[in-house]
């Protein structure tokens, strides 16, 4: 017999990335997260990086793989929510939401915790820091470095 709590756990996690409008081509990225790695799809023969999982526009999808990426960035641009849209966020306002641009060159949207509102600056370094989301995901979110 195989091991089904892997299979389980696995599922599990497509689910809760299905659930949250995720893409099952990502589950690399998720498996990731959850041993603190941040990954982005990359193409080897031209070494782009790209994030969501996606084809180099030069060389299509053949060379294409997951690699651990530095999780550093810089804040592109960011807002401050102040009212929940959805129920679960009603004990979190206000909370920002941030536009990273990674190192190795995608955007990542997330959130940016640990981090006065009023020092908040585009430009500003940042660094990926794990978090367990209420989805059971562990996602990354930001924080100044």
């Known amino acids: 017999m195989g091991d089904t709590s892997a299979l389980d756990a696995q599922q599990s996690k497509l689910n809760a990335v ?40 030069e060389h299509g ?39 990273v641009e990674l190192e190795e060159g995608p955007f990542y949207h997330s959130n940016i915790i640990d981090c006065d509102h009023d020092s908040l600056r585009v430009g500003m370094k940042l660094m990926a820091k794990m978090a367990l989301h209420e989805s059971g995901l562990t996602v990354p979110m930001f924080v100044a470095v």
């Open 18 to 57: 299905l659930k949250l409008g995720g893409d099952p081509a990502d589950l690399p990225f998720w498996d990731g997260c959850e041993v603190g790695q941040f990954m982005l799809h990359r193409c080897n023969v031209c070494q782009r990086a790209y994030w969501p999982a996606s084809r180099c526009i």
């Open 61 to 99: 999808d053949e060379s294409m793989v997951w690699v651990a990426a530095s999780g550093r960035g810089t804040l592109h641009t960011y807002t401050i929510m102040h009212r929940a849209y959805i129920p679960s966020m009603k004990d979190k306002v206000p909370f920002v939401v941030g536009v």
